[in-house]
Antibody, heavy 118, light 111 residues
Framework: QVQLVQSGAEVKKPGASVKVSCKASGYTFTRYDISWVRQAPGQGLEWMGWISAYNGNTNYAQKLQGRVTMTTDTTTSTAYMEVRSLRSDDTAVYYC???????????WGQGTTVTVSS | QSALTQPASVSGSPGQSITISCTGTSSDVGGYYYVSWFQQHPGKAPKLLIYDISNRPSGVSNRFSGSKSGNTASLTISGLQAEDEADYYCSLYTSSSTIVVFGGGTKLTVL
């Protein structure tokens, strides 16, 4: 079945970087895009950006421009999302999501908890 | 795009119908934007309920329906069940901008 499996929880200090992986299976990886969405504790959903698994084109939320990088490895059907210069307000559950323009965000990973604390 | 406005909470009794609104502007919801709805139970990943305003993915109950009128998109849940108690989010994007905006979320309580 179609699924996205994310890497495990991370604890980081302020100023550090974190890289979350998202391995896709059950579909042709390059035929869909991957979005990343995060959710701070007790808060709503925040869209972080999008990457085309076909050609690597990206589009990041303005708020995160310069601190976030999304990449893909088509040989392993894996997407990656890195956030640099972490701050306490980056503490959140991070989700990768399969995305297409018509069907939208239809398959979600299980989420990766990132805690930023000194 | 500006933020989308959802009511913070709604409630209903089992068997009733409820509607959750998602209000934008004529520049977003009122235009040709793809509107989706998601359900999220505590501690779980969101689940797609509705895409492109009113379409249900395979496996989603027909108790869930979506619509749009003017600048407001709506999610209606009919025949309310206890397991429908969850948070619900709307989102929208366009094919040209590929920027996605989420509503603030609505907590549904089944009384």
């Amino acid at each position: 079945q179609v699924q996205l499996v994310q890497s495990g929880a991370e604890v980081k200090k302020p100023g550090a970087s974190v890289k979350v992986s998202c391995k896709a299976s059950g579909y042709t990886f390059t035929r869909y895009d991957i979005s990343w969405v995060r959710q701070a504790p007790g808060q709503g959903l925040e869209w972080m950006g999008w990457i085309s698994a076909y050609n690597g084109n990206t589009n990041y939320a303005q708020k995160l421009q310069g601190r976030v990088t999304m990449t893909t490895d088509t040989t392993t059907s894996t997407a990656y999302m890195e956030v640099r210069s972490l701050r306490s307000d980056d503490t959140a559950v991070y989700y990768c999501v399969r995305f297409s323009f018509y069907y939208g965000m239809d398959v979600w990973g299980q989420g990766t908890t990132v805690t930023v604390s000194s | 795009q500006s933020a989308l406005t959802q009511p913070a909470s709604v409630s209903g009794s089992p068997g009733q119908s409820i509607t959750i609104s998602c209000t934008g502007t004529s520049s977003d919801v009122g235009g040709y934007y793809y509107v989706s709805w998601f359900q999220q139970h505590p501690g779980k990943a969101p689940k797609l309920l509705i895409y492109d305003i009113s379409n249900r993915p395979s496996g989603v109950s027909n108790r869930f329906s979506g619509s749009k009128s003017g600048n407001t998109a709506s999610l209606t849940i009919s025949g309310l069940q206890a397991e429908d108690e969850a948070d619900y989010y709307c989102s929208l994007y366009t094919s040209s901008s590929t920027i996605v905006v989420f509503g603030g979320g609505t907590k549904l309580t089944v009384l």
